[in-house]
Protein backbone atom coordinates (compact mmCIF):
# COMPACT_ATOMS: atom_id res chain seq x y z
CA UNK A 1 0.00 0.00 0.00
CA UNK A 2 1.23 3.59 -0.64
CA UNK A 3 1.40 4.90 2.49
CA UNK A 4 1.94 8.52 1.14
CA UNK A 5 -1.37 7.94 -1.10
CA UNK A 6 -3.44 7.19 1.69
CA UNK A 7 -1.71 10.20 3.65
CA UNK A 8 -3.30 12.28 1.06
CA UNK A 9 -6.02 10.91 0.67
CA UNK A 10 -6.56 11.57 4.34
CA UNK A 11 -6.27 14.93 4.29
CA UNK A 12 -8.76 15.22 1.17
CA UNK A 13 -11.59 13.52 3.55
CA UNK A 14 -10.68 16.13 6.24
CA UNK A 15 -11.04 19.17 3.90
CA UNK A 16 -14.30 17.62 1.74
CA UNK A 17 -12.10 17.62 -1.80
CA UNK A 18 -13.38 14.81 -4.02
CA UNK A 19 -10.03 14.99 -6.09
CA UNK A 20 -6.58 16.41 -5.93
CA UNK A 21 -4.83 17.33 -9.07
CA UNK A 22 -1.34 17.34 -9.41
CA UNK A 23 1.01 18.96 -12.04
CA UNK A 24 4.28 17.61 -12.88
CA UNK A 25 5.98 21.24 -12.51
CA UNK A 26 7.60 24.00 -9.93
CA UNK A 27 6.26 28.00 -9.38
CA UNK A 28 8.00 28.40 -12.83
CA UNK A 29 5.69 26.16 -14.88
CA UNK A 30 9.45 25.11 -17.08
CA UNK A 31 10.07 21.64 -17.75
CA UNK A 32 12.95 21.68 -15.54
CA UNK A 33 12.70 21.38 -12.28
CA UNK A 34 14.38 20.89 -8.82
CA UNK A 35 14.01 18.24 -6.64
CA UNK A 36 12.27 20.04 -4.20
CA UNK A 37 9.34 20.11 -6.67
CA UNK A 38 9.47 16.44 -8.26
CA UNK A 39 6.33 15.79 -6.42
CA UNK A 40 5.14 13.36 -8.68
CA UNK A 41 8.83 11.21 -8.80
CA UNK A 42 8.59 11.24 -4.72
CA UNK A 43 4.46 10.25 -4.69
CA UNK A 44 4.41 7.28 -7.73
CA UNK A 45 8.19 6.47 -9.00
CA UNK A 46 7.61 7.86 -12.45
CA UNK A 47 10.56 10.18 -12.95
CA UNK A 48 9.37 11.40 -16.79
CA UNK A 49 9.23 14.87 -17.04
CA UNK A 50 5.13 15.18 -18.61
CA UNK A 51 2.85 14.10 -16.65
CA UNK A 52 -0.10 15.01 -14.57
CA UNK A 53 -1.96 13.35 -11.55
CA UNK A 54 -5.07 12.68 -9.91
CA UNK A 55 -6.47 11.39 -7.02
CA UNK A 56 -9.52 10.32 -5.90
CA UNK A 57 -11.01 8.03 -3.04
CA UNK A 58 -10.96 5.15 -5.57
CA UNK A 59 -9.11 6.14 -8.25
CA UNK A 60 -5.19 7.45 -8.32
CA UNK A 61 -4.29 7.82 -12.10
CA UNK A 62 -1.22 9.40 -14.09
CA UNK A 63 -1.75 10.57 -17.46
CA UNK A 64 1.25 11.41 -19.95
CA UNK A 65 2.47 10.77 -23.58
CA UNK A 66 3.67 8.08 -25.83
CA UNK A 67 6.88 8.73 -24.80
CA UNK A 68 6.88 7.66 -21.38
CA UNK A 69 4.07 4.62 -22.08
CA UNK A 70 6.38 1.84 -21.41
CA UNK A 71 8.45 3.32 -19.05
CA UNK A 72 5.10 4.57 -16.90
CA UNK A 73 3.82 1.12 -16.93
CA UNK A 74 7.36 -0.40 -15.21
CA UNK A 75 7.65 2.73 -12.71
CA UNK A 76 3.97 2.29 -11.61
CA UNK A 77 3.99 -1.32 -10.76
CA UNK A 78 2.50 -1.36 -6.78
CA UNK A 79 2.24 2.46 -6.52
CA UNK A 80 -0.93 2.55 -6.40
CA UNK A 81 -1.55 4.78 -9.53
CA UNK A 82 -2.42 3.99 -12.87
CA UNK A 83 -1.17 4.75 -16.20
CA UNK A 84 -4.05 6.55 -18.19
CA UNK A 85 -2.36 7.22 -22.38
CA UNK A 86 -2.64 10.22 -23.35
CA UNK A 87 -4.50 9.91 -27.43
CA UNK A 88 -2.84 13.66 -27.62
CA UNK A 89 0.48 14.65 -26.80
CA UNK A 90 0.40 17.91 -23.86
CA UNK A 91 -3.47 17.99 -23.77
CA UNK A 92 -5.05 18.10 -20.45
CA UNK A 93 -7.19 15.34 -20.59
CA UNK A 94 -7.66 14.53 -17.13
CA UNK A 95 -10.03 17.71 -17.38
CA UNK A 96 -12.35 16.19 -19.30
CA UNK A 97 -12.13 12.97 -17.44
CA UNK A 98 -12.48 14.92 -13.69
CA UNK A 99 -15.81 16.63 -14.92
CA UNK A 100 -17.69 13.09 -16.36
CA UNK A 101 -16.61 11.31 -13.35
CA UNK A 102 -17.47 13.97 -10.07
CA UNK A 103 -20.67 14.35 -8.81
CA UNK A 104 -22.62 17.58 -9.28
CA UNK A 105 -21.34 19.92 -6.70
CA UNK A 106 -17.77 18.43 -6.08
CA UNK A 107 -14.87 20.28 -4.52
CA UNK A 108 -11.47 19.73 -6.50
CA UNK A 109 -8.31 21.10 -5.28
CA UNK A 110 -4.54 21.89 -6.53
CA UNK A 111 -1.89 24.09 -5.38
CA UNK A 112 -1.98 27.35 -7.21
CA UNK A 113 1.74 27.51 -6.47
CA UNK A 114 2.32 25.29 -9.46
CA UNK A 115 -0.71 25.51 -11.57
CA UNK A 116 -0.50 27.54 -14.81
CA UNK A 117 -2.98 30.15 -14.66
CA UNK A 118 -4.20 29.31 -18.56
CA UNK A 119 -5.07 25.52 -17.12
CA UNK A 120 -6.97 26.90 -14.62
CA UNK A 121 -9.71 28.55 -16.77
CA UNK A 122 -10.03 25.49 -18.67
CA UNK A 123 -10.56 23.60 -15.95
CA UNK A 124 -13.34 26.21 -14.53
CA UNK A 125 -14.96 25.95 -18.40
CA UNK A 126 -15.12 22.37 -18.19
CA UNK A 127 -16.27 22.27 -14.53
CA UNK A 128 -19.33 24.83 -14.70
CA UNK A 129 -22.10 22.66 -16.32
CA UNK A 130 -21.99 20.49 -13.70
CA UNK A 131 -20.83 23.28 -10.88
CA UNK A 132 -17.65 21.40 -9.80
CA UNK A 133 -15.23 24.02 -7.55
CA UNK A 134 -11.63 24.18 -7.84
CA UNK A 135 -9.81 25.70 -5.48
CA UNK A 136 -6.21 26.41 -5.85
CA UNK A 137 -5.35 27.26 -2.51
CA UNK A 138 -4.35 23.55 -0.86
CA UNK A 139 -0.97 22.13 -0.59
CA UNK A 140 -1.63 18.90 1.01
CA UNK A 141 1.96 17.51 0.09
CA UNK A 142 3.68 19.67 2.49
CA UNK A 143 4.27 17.88 5.95
CA UNK A 144 3.92 14.36 4.14
CA UNK A 145 7.10 14.63 2.42
CA UNK A 146 9.21 14.18 5.40
CA UNK A 147 12.56 14.25 3.50
CA UNK A 148 11.61 16.82 0.86
CA UNK A 149 14.85 18.75 -0.58
CA UNK A 150 14.98 22.07 0.29
CA UNK A 151 14.92 24.81 -2.14
CA UNK A 152 17.99 25.42 -4.04
CA UNK A 153 20.62 27.86 -3.50
CA UNK A 154 23.58 27.84 -5.54
CA UNK A 155 25.30 30.95 -6.15
CA UNK A 156 24.74 32.43 -9.86
CA UNK A 157 27.17 33.81 -11.92
CA UNK A 158 27.57 36.16 -15.21
CA UNK A 159 27.28 34.66 -18.56
CA UNK A 160 30.00 37.02 -20.24
CA UNK A 161 29.09 39.26 -23.23
CA UNK A 162 32.01 37.67 -25.08
CA UNK A 163 29.56 33.94 -24.98
CA UNK A 164 26.01 36.55 -24.95
CA UNK A 165 26.81 38.50 -27.85
CA UNK A 166 24.70 41.20 -26.59
CA UNK A 167 24.89 43.04 -23.09
CA UNK A 168 21.91 42.78 -20.63
CA UNK A 169 21.43 47.02 -20.90
CA UNK A 170 20.73 45.93 -25.08
CA UNK A 171 17.78 43.11 -24.32
CA UNK A 172 16.05 44.63 -21.48
CA UNK A 173 16.18 48.46 -23.87
CA UNK A 174 14.96 45.97 -26.61
CA UNK A 175 12.38 44.44 -24.28
CA UNK A 176 10.99 48.09 -23.49
CA UNK A 177 10.73 48.69 -27.01
CA UNK A 178 8.70 45.58 -28.08
CA UNK A 179 6.42 46.45 -24.68
CA UNK A 180 5.53 50.13 -25.54
CA UNK A 181 4.84 48.80 -29.22
CA UNK A 182 1.98 46.29 -27.42
CA UNK A 183 0.92 49.09 -24.76
CA UNK A 184 2.24 47.60 -22.17
CA UNK A 185 3.37 49.42 -18.43
CA UNK A 186 4.97 45.54 -17.17
CA UNK A 187 5.86 42.39 -17.70
CA UNK A 188 5.78 39.45 -15.60
CA UNK A 189 9.09 37.42 -16.33
CA UNK A 190 8.77 33.50 -14.60
CA UNK A 191 10.88 30.93 -16.20
CA UNK A 192 13.58 30.91 -15.48
CA UNK A 193 15.44 30.72 -18.46
CA UNK A 194 13.63 33.87 -20.25
CA UNK A 195 15.42 35.50 -16.86
CA UNK A 196 18.46 33.90 -16.83
CA UNK A 197 18.82 34.78 -20.75
CA UNK A 198 17.94 38.86 -20.40
CA UNK A 199 20.27 39.18 -17.62
CA UNK A 200 23.15 37.07 -19.08
CA UNK A 201 23.25 35.44 -15.61
CA UNK A 202 23.43 31.68 -15.25
CA UNK A 203 22.95 29.10 -12.24
CA UNK A 204 23.22 26.01 -10.46
CA UNK A 205 19.88 25.74 -9.29
CA UNK A 206 17.72 22.51 -11.86
CA UNK A 207 19.70 19.64 -13.04
CA UNK A 208 21.38 19.52 -16.30
CA UNK A 209 19.96 23.29 -17.09
CA UNK A 210 21.98 26.39 -15.60
CA UNK A 211 19.51 28.08 -14.52
CA UNK A 212 19.00 30.52 -10.34
CA UNK A 213 15.04 30.19 -9.36
CA UNK A 214 13.82 33.99 -10.07
CA UNK A 215 11.00 35.97 -11.03
CA UNK A 216 11.41 39.37 -12.75
CA UNK A 217 8.84 42.21 -13.43
CA UNK A 218 10.12 44.49 -15.95
CA UNK A 219 8.69 48.58 -16.20
CA UNK A 220 9.84 51.21 -18.12
CA UNK A 221 11.92 52.66 -15.43
CA UNK A 222 13.48 49.54 -13.63
CA UNK A 223 14.01 45.35 -13.43
CA UNK A 224 12.77 43.91 -10.27
CA UNK A 225 14.27 41.00 -9.78
CA UNK A 226 12.93 38.84 -7.28
CA UNK A 227 16.11 35.75 -6.27
CA UNK A 228 17.48 36.62 -3.25
CA UNK A 229 20.80 38.45 -1.97
CA UNK A 230 22.30 35.19 -1.31
CA UNK A 231 22.31 33.84 -4.63
CA UNK A 232 23.73 36.83 -6.60
CA UNK A 233 27.53 37.42 -5.80
CA UNK A 234 28.40 40.71 -4.37
CA UNK A 235 30.05 42.39 -7.67
CA UNK A 236 27.22 41.06 -9.57
CA UNK A 237 25.03 42.63 -7.52
CA UNK A 238 26.64 45.61 -8.35
CA UNK A 239 26.70 45.55 -12.05
CA UNK A 240 23.13 44.60 -11.90
CA UNK A 241 22.00 47.53 -10.03
CA UNK A 242 24.33 49.94 -12.40
CA UNK A 243 22.17 48.83 -15.08
CA UNK A 244 18.90 49.40 -13.74
CA UNK A 245 17.88 45.93 -11.76
CA UNK A 246 16.99 46.30 -8.41
CA UNK A 247 17.04 43.27 -6.64
CA UNK A 248 14.04 41.68 -3.87
CA UNK A 249 13.67 38.72 -2.00
CA UNK A 250 12.09 35.63 -3.85
CA UNK A 251 8.78 35.73 -2.38
CA UNK A 252 8.03 39.77 -2.92
CA UNK A 253 7.00 39.11 -6.39
CA UNK A 254 3.23 38.30 -5.46
CA UNK A 255 3.47 41.28 -3.00
CA UNK A 256 4.98 43.61 -5.91
CA UNK A 257 2.56 42.86 -7.98
CA UNK A 258 -0.47 43.50 -5.81
CA UNK A 259 0.74 47.05 -5.82
CA UNK A 260 0.62 47.81 -9.40
CA UNK A 261 -1.29 51.15 -10.19
CA UNK A 262 -5.19 51.65 -11.78
CA UNK A 263 -4.79 51.68 -15.24
CA UNK A 264 -1.35 50.34 -15.93
CA UNK A 265 -1.31 47.28 -18.05
CA UNK A 266 1.36 43.74 -17.71
CA UNK A 267 2.25 40.96 -20.11
CA UNK A 268 1.61 37.82 -18.89
CA UNK A 269 2.25 34.15 -20.24
CA UNK A 270 -1.02 32.25 -19.01
CA UNK A 271 1.03 29.22 -19.56
CA UNK A 272 3.92 29.91 -18.00
CA UNK A 273 2.22 31.99 -14.80
CA UNK A 274 0.88 30.69 -12.03
CA UNK A 275 -2.62 30.60 -10.69
CA UNK A 276 -0.95 32.66 -7.56
CA UNK A 277 0.36 35.34 -9.09
CA UNK A 278 -2.52 35.55 -11.61
CA UNK A 279 -4.59 36.22 -8.78
CA UNK A 280 -2.14 38.57 -7.29
CA UNK A 281 -2.33 41.01 -10.10
CA UNK A 282 -5.48 43.57 -9.02
CA UNK A 283 -8.49 43.80 -10.75
CA UNK A 284 -7.94 47.64 -11.27
CA UNK A 285 -4.80 46.36 -14.13
CA UNK A 286 -5.25 45.43 -17.58
CA UNK A 287 -3.33 42.16 -18.38
CA UNK A 288 -2.56 41.40 -21.68
CA UNK A 289 -1.70 37.61 -22.79
CA UNK A 290 0.69 36.99 -24.73
CA UNK A 291 4.09 34.52 -25.71
CA UNK A 292 6.86 36.09 -23.33
CA UNK A 293 8.92 38.56 -25.47
CA UNK A 294 12.09 36.97 -24.04
CA UNK A 295 11.28 33.87 -24.54
CA UNK A 296 10.65 34.98 -28.60
CA UNK A 297 13.74 36.88 -28.61
CA UNK A 298 16.17 34.05 -26.99
CA UNK A 299 14.97 31.68 -29.45
CA UNK A 300 16.80 33.65 -32.39
CA UNK A 301 20.75 33.62 -31.80
CA UNK A 302 22.16 36.49 -32.68
CA UNK A 303 25.69 36.60 -34.51
CA UNK A 304 28.22 35.44 -31.59
CA UNK A 305 25.67 32.80 -30.31
CA UNK A 306 25.23 31.32 -33.93
CA UNK A 307 29.56 31.17 -34.19
CA UNK A 308 29.79 29.67 -30.71
CA UNK A 309 27.24 27.19 -31.55
CA UNK A 310 29.69 26.07 -34.30
CA UNK A 311 32.50 25.72 -32.21
CA UNK A 312 30.85 24.27 -29.50
CA UNK A 313 29.82 21.60 -32.21
CA UNK A 314 33.43 20.64 -33.09
CA UNK A 315 34.06 20.59 -29.28
CA UNK A 316 31.30 18.06 -28.78
CA UNK A 317 31.54 16.10 -32.12
CA UNK A 318 35.46 15.42 -31.30
CA UNK A 319 34.41 13.71 -27.91
CA UNK A 320 31.68 11.96 -29.53
CA UNK A 321 34.41 10.86 -32.08
CA UNK A 322 36.57 9.81 -29.24
CA UNK A 323 33.77 7.86 -27.34
CA UNK A 324 32.38 5.82 -30.48
CA UNK A 325 36.41 5.06 -30.76
CA UNK A 326 36.55 3.58 -27.54
CA UNK A 327 33.38 1.85 -27.54
CA UNK A 328 34.15 -0.18 -30.92
CA UNK A 329 37.55 -1.06 -29.65
CA UNK A 330 36.54 -1.77 -26.06
CA UNK A 331 33.00 -3.94 -26.66
CA UNK A 332 33.40 -7.29 -25.82
CA UNK A 333 36.88 -6.76 -24.46
CA UNK A 334 36.01 -5.16 -20.94
CA UNK A 335 32.39 -4.93 -19.59
CA UNK A 336 30.13 -2.18 -20.28
CA UNK A 337 26.85 -1.06 -19.37
CA UNK A 338 24.48 1.65 -20.35
CA UNK A 339 25.25 3.40 -17.16
CA UNK A 340 29.19 2.62 -17.51
CA UNK A 341 29.15 3.61 -21.49
CA UNK A 342 27.19 7.19 -20.26
CA UNK A 343 29.96 8.30 -17.20
CA UNK A 344 32.53 7.75 -20.47
CA UNK A 345 30.98 10.27 -22.57
CA UNK A 346 30.47 12.48 -20.43
CA UNK A 347 34.64 11.84 -19.32
CA UNK A 348 35.52 12.62 -22.55
CA UNK A 349 33.29 15.86 -22.85
CA UNK A 350 34.17 17.38 -19.61
CA UNK A 351 37.66 16.79 -21.79
CA UNK A 352 36.67 19.53 -23.72
CA UNK A 353 36.97 23.63 -22.91
CA UNK A 354 34.01 25.39 -21.07
CA UNK A 355 32.00 21.94 -20.52
CA UNK A 356 29.85 22.43 -17.39
CA UNK A 357 28.08 18.64 -17.89
CA UNK A 358 25.66 17.31 -19.57
CA UNK A 359 22.25 19.17 -20.95
CA UNK A 360 20.24 16.35 -20.06
CA UNK A 361 20.13 12.42 -18.41
CA UNK A 362 22.03 11.12 -21.11
CA UNK A 363 19.65 7.87 -22.77
CA UNK A 364 22.19 5.15 -23.01
CA UNK A 365 19.87 2.34 -24.75
CA UNK A 366 20.74 -1.46 -25.73
CA UNK A 367 18.76 -3.37 -27.95
CA UNK A 368 14.85 -3.32 -26.08
CA UNK A 369 15.48 -0.36 -24.15
CA UNK A 370 16.15 1.78 -27.09
CA UNK A 371 11.72 1.54 -27.33
CA UNK A 372 11.89 3.76 -24.94
CA UNK A 373 12.48 6.85 -25.98
CA UNK A 374 13.25 8.63 -22.66
CA UNK A 375 14.76 5.65 -21.12
CA UNK A 376 17.34 6.66 -18.43
CA UNK A 377 19.14 3.33 -17.06
CA UNK A 378 18.70 3.00 -13.32
CA UNK A 379 21.33 0.06 -11.53
CA UNK A 380 18.13 -2.09 -11.78
CA UNK A 381 18.12 -1.53 -15.73
CA UNK A 382 21.64 -1.51 -16.49
CA UNK A 383 22.26 -3.42 -19.18
CA UNK A 384 25.90 -4.62 -20.51
CA UNK A 385 26.40 -4.21 -23.97
CA UNK A 386 28.01 -7.19 -25.79
CA UNK A 387 29.46 -7.00 -29.40
CA UNK A 388 25.70 -7.81 -31.05
CA UNK A 389 22.84 -5.79 -31.05
CA UNK A 390 21.57 -2.20 -31.27
CA UNK A 391 22.84 0.77 -29.22
CA UNK A 392 21.05 4.33 -29.49
CA UNK A 393 22.79 6.66 -28.16
CA UNK A 394 21.02 10.24 -27.36
CA UNK A 395 22.70 12.78 -25.23
CA UNK A 396 23.98 16.65 -24.82
CA UNK A 397 26.51 18.69 -23.05
CA UNK A 398 26.15 22.56 -21.75
CA UNK A 399 28.86 24.70 -22.75
CA UNK A 400 29.12 28.12 -21.97
CA UNK A 401 28.80 28.87 -26.13
CA UNK A 402 26.18 26.59 -26.33
CA UNK A 403 23.58 23.75 -26.13
CA UNK A 404 24.05 20.63 -27.62
CA UNK A 405 21.65 17.35 -28.52
CA UNK A 406 22.38 15.20 -30.53
CA UNK A 407 21.19 11.15 -31.18
CA UNK A 408 23.35 8.16 -32.90
CA UNK A 409 22.76 4.80 -33.21
CA UNK A 410 25.00 2.02 -33.70
CA UNK A 411 25.14 -1.51 -34.38
CA UNK A 412 27.45 -3.57 -32.30
CA UNK A 413 27.17 -6.19 -33.99
CA UNK A 414 25.80 -7.41 -38.00
CA UNK A 415 22.61 -5.99 -38.47
CA UNK A 416 19.46 -8.15 -40.41
CA UNK A 417 17.57 -6.38 -43.12
CA UNK A 418 15.11 -5.38 -41.34
CA UNK A 419 17.12 -3.28 -38.77
CA UNK A 420 18.78 -1.65 -42.19
CA UNK A 421 15.32 -0.80 -43.70
CA UNK A 422 13.89 0.56 -40.09
CA UNK A 423 17.26 2.54 -39.89
CA UNK A 424 17.34 4.02 -43.03
CA UNK A 425 13.73 4.98 -43.52
CA UNK A 426 14.35 7.07 -40.06
CA UNK A 427 17.19 8.47 -41.38
CA UNK A 428 15.65 9.67 -44.37
CA UNK A 429 13.66 11.90 -42.40
CA UNK A 430 16.33 13.58 -41.05
CA UNK A 431 17.97 13.79 -44.28
CA UNK A 432 14.96 15.30 -46.07
CA UNK A 433 14.29 17.70 -43.33
CA UNK A 434 17.76 18.80 -43.47
CA UNK A 435 17.40 19.44 -47.45
CA UNK A 436 14.60 21.65 -46.61
CA UNK A 437 14.12 24.99 -48.67
CA UNK A 438 11.17 27.28 -47.76
CA UNK A 439 9.90 30.68 -47.16
CA UNK A 440 10.04 32.88 -45.01
CA UNK A 441 6.51 32.70 -42.91
CA UNK A 442 7.11 29.11 -42.51
CA UNK A 443 5.99 27.09 -39.75
CA UNK A 444 7.22 24.07 -38.77
CA UNK A 445 4.55 21.93 -38.79
CA UNK A 446 4.05 22.81 -42.27
CA UNK A 447 7.67 20.89 -43.16
CA UNK A 448 7.45 18.18 -40.13
CA UNK A 449 5.54 15.92 -43.33
CA UNK A 450 9.60 15.77 -44.93
CA UNK A 451 10.91 13.91 -41.68
CA UNK A 452 7.82 11.38 -41.63
CA UNK A 453 6.99 10.50 -45.60
CA UNK A 454 9.47 7.70 -45.54
CA UNK A 455 8.14 6.16 -42.49
CA UNK A 456 4.25 6.85 -43.37
CA UNK A 457 4.94 5.08 -47.19
CA UNK A 458 5.70 2.00 -45.29
CA UNK A 459 2.93 2.68 -42.78
CA UNK A 460 5.42 3.28 -39.96
CA UNK A 461 5.40 6.46 -37.49
CA UNK A 462 6.82 7.54 -34.02
CA UNK A 463 4.64 9.51 -31.37
CA UNK A 464 6.68 11.99 -30.36
CA UNK A 465 7.38 15.36 -32.15
CA UNK A 466 10.07 15.66 -35.20
CA UNK A 467 12.01 18.88 -33.50
CA UNK A 468 11.93 21.22 -30.75
CA UNK A 469 13.87 24.43 -30.34
CA UNK A 470 17.11 24.84 -28.19
CA UNK A 471 18.46 26.99 -25.80
CA UNK A 472 22.03 29.06 -25.52
CA UNK A 473 23.92 27.44 -22.35
CA UNK A 474 20.04 26.62 -20.92
CA UNK A 475 17.26 24.58 -21.61
CA UNK A 476 18.03 21.80 -24.06
CA UNK A 477 14.25 22.44 -24.97
CA UNK A 478 13.10 25.82 -25.40
CA UNK A 479 10.01 27.40 -27.22
CA UNK A 480 8.47 29.05 -29.03
CA UNK A 481 9.37 26.99 -32.65
CA UNK A 482 9.18 23.46 -32.80
CA UNK A 483 8.55 20.67 -36.05
CA UNK A 484 5.65 19.02 -34.62
CA UNK A 485 1.86 17.68 -35.76
CA UNK A 486 -0.32 20.57 -36.12
CA UNK A 487 -2.16 18.57 -32.47
CA UNK A 488 1.09 18.27 -30.49
CA UNK A 489 3.04 21.06 -32.18
CA UNK A 490 3.28 25.19 -31.94
CA UNK A 491 1.11 25.83 -34.82
CA UNK A 492 2.03 30.06 -34.59
CA UNK A 493 5.76 30.54 -34.27
CA UNK A 494 7.54 31.16 -37.67
CA UNK A 495 10.98 29.70 -38.54
CA UNK A 496 13.77 32.48 -38.99
CA UNK A 497 17.17 32.73 -39.19
CA UNK A 498 18.62 32.03 -35.96
CA UNK A 499 16.29 29.49 -34.80
CA UNK A 500 18.10 26.12 -33.60
CA UNK A 501 16.19 23.44 -33.56
CA UNK A 502 16.64 19.59 -33.56
CA UNK A 503 15.65 17.10 -36.45
CA UNK A 504 15.40 13.92 -34.66
CA UNK A 505 12.93 11.13 -36.58
CA UNK A 506 12.54 7.63 -35.42
CA UNK A 507 11.34 4.04 -35.19
CA UNK A 508 10.54 1.83 -32.66
CA UNK A 509 9.89 -1.70 -32.04
CA UNK A 510 8.84 -2.37 -28.69
CA UNK A 511 10.49 -5.05 -26.81
CA UNK A 512 13.78 -4.89 -29.47
CA UNK A 513 15.19 -2.17 -30.67
CA UNK A 514 14.73 2.13 -31.42
CA UNK A 515 16.47 3.85 -34.04
CA UNK A 516 17.10 7.54 -34.17
CA UNK A 517 19.29 10.29 -35.37
CA UNK A 518 19.23 13.62 -34.42
CA UNK A 519 21.19 16.50 -35.39
CA UNK A 520 20.45 19.84 -34.16
CA UNK A 521 19.53 22.32 -37.66
CA UNK A 522 20.15 26.29 -37.32
CA UNK A 523 17.94 28.30 -39.58
CA UNK A 524 20.16 30.35 -42.16
CA UNK A 525 19.00 32.82 -45.13
CA UNK A 526 19.30 30.72 -48.77
CA UNK A 527 18.38 32.95 -51.08
CA UNK A 528 15.89 36.71 -52.65
CA UNK A 529 14.02 35.58 -55.47
CA UNK A 530 10.49 37.55 -57.00
CA UNK A 531 9.17 35.42 -54.69
CA UNK A 532 10.65 36.48 -51.38
CA UNK A 533 13.11 35.45 -49.21
CA UNK A 534 13.81 31.89 -49.07
CA UNK A 535 15.19 29.29 -46.05
CA UNK A 536 17.15 26.23 -45.26
CA UNK A 537 19.26 24.54 -42.49
CA UNK A 538 22.78 24.54 -42.36
CA UNK A 539 23.56 21.15 -39.84
CA UNK A 540 25.50 22.15 -37.59
CA UNK A 541 25.72 18.76 -35.30
CA UNK A 542 28.96 17.08 -36.08
CA UNK A 543 29.26 13.25 -35.77
CA UNK A 544 29.35 10.23 -38.13
CA UNK A 545 26.19 7.94 -39.12
CA UNK A 546 26.85 4.18 -39.03
CA UNK A 547 26.99 3.43 -42.14
CA UNK A 548 26.87 -0.25 -41.57
CA UNK A 549 22.66 0.44 -40.99
CA UNK A 550 21.96 1.86 -44.12
CA UNK A 551 19.97 0.52 -46.72
CA UNK A 552 21.66 1.81 -49.51
CA UNK A 553 18.92 1.12 -52.10
CA UNK A 554 16.13 2.74 -50.62
CA UNK A 555 18.22 5.82 -50.55
CA UNK A 556 17.49 8.60 -53.44
CA UNK A 557 20.39 10.10 -54.80
CA UNK A 558 20.45 13.44 -53.42
CA UNK A 559 19.99 12.10 -49.90
CA UNK A 560 23.21 9.22 -50.51
CA UNK A 561 24.94 13.13 -52.04
CA UNK A 562 24.03 14.84 -48.48
CA UNK A 563 24.95 12.32 -46.83
CA UNK A 564 28.81 12.21 -48.06
CA UNK A 565 29.02 15.85 -47.96
CA UNK A 566 27.99 15.85 -44.49
CA UNK A 567 30.45 13.32 -43.89
CA UNK A 568 32.89 14.97 -45.57
CA UNK A 569 32.36 18.08 -43.08
CA UNK A 570 32.52 15.69 -40.02
CA UNK A 571 35.87 14.34 -41.18
CA UNK A 572 37.00 17.85 -42.35
CA UNK A 573 36.66 20.13 -39.08
CA UNK A 574 37.40 17.08 -36.86
CA UNK A 575 40.11 15.11 -38.26
CA UNK A 576 42.93 17.89 -37.87
CA UNK A 577 42.27 17.57 -34.05
CA UNK A 578 42.46 14.16 -33.03
CA UNK A 579 45.05 11.41 -32.51
CA UNK A 580 46.45 9.68 -36.09
CA UNK A 581 44.74 6.57 -35.04
CA UNK A 582 41.32 8.34 -34.47
CA UNK A 583 41.51 10.13 -37.42
CA UNK A 584 41.87 6.96 -39.36
CA UNK A 585 39.24 6.15 -37.85
CA UNK A 586 37.19 8.31 -38.51
CA UNK A 587 37.95 7.99 -42.02
CA UNK A 588 36.82 5.13 -42.58
CA UNK A 589 33.71 5.75 -41.06
CA UNK A 590 32.88 8.69 -42.79
CA UNK A 591 34.07 7.46 -46.72
CA UNK A 592 31.72 7.66 -49.58
CA UNK A 593 29.04 5.13 -49.68
Known sequence: MNRKLAAIRTRMKNNGIAAYIIPVTDPHLGEYVPDHWRIIRWLTGFTG??????????????????????QAENQLKGSGFELVKLKIPHTPEYIDWLAANLAKGSLVATDGRIMPAGTVRMIEK????KRIKLDTGYDLISGIWKDREPMPQDEAFEHSLSYAGKSRKEKITEVREEMKAIGADYHLLTSLDDIAWLLNIRGGDVKFSPLFTSFAIISHIDVKLFAGLEKIPVNLRQKLKNDGVRLMAYDRVGPELEKLEEGRSIIITPGTTSALLFKAIPARVDIIEEISIPTRMKAVKNRVETENIRQVMIKDGLALTRFFYWLENSIG???ISEISAADKLLEYRLQQADCEGPSFATIAAYN?????????????????????GIFLLDSGGQYYGGTTDVTRTVCLGSPTERQKTDFTL?????????????????????????ARKALWEHGLNYGHGTGHG?????????????IGTGASGDIKTILEPGMLTADEPAIYREGEYGFRTENLLLCVEDRETGYGT???????????????????????EPEIIWLNEYHDRVYNLLSQLLPEKIKQWLKVKTRTI
Open 49 to 70: SAANVVITDSFAGLWTDSRYFI
Open 126 to 129: AFAR
Open 333 to 335: KIK
Open 368 to 388: EHGALPHYCATPETDAELKPE
Open 426 to 450: ALKGTINLAMAKFPLGTKGYQIEIL
Open 470 to 482: VGYFLNVHEGPQT
Open 534 to 556: FLKFETVTLCYIDTSLIAKELMT
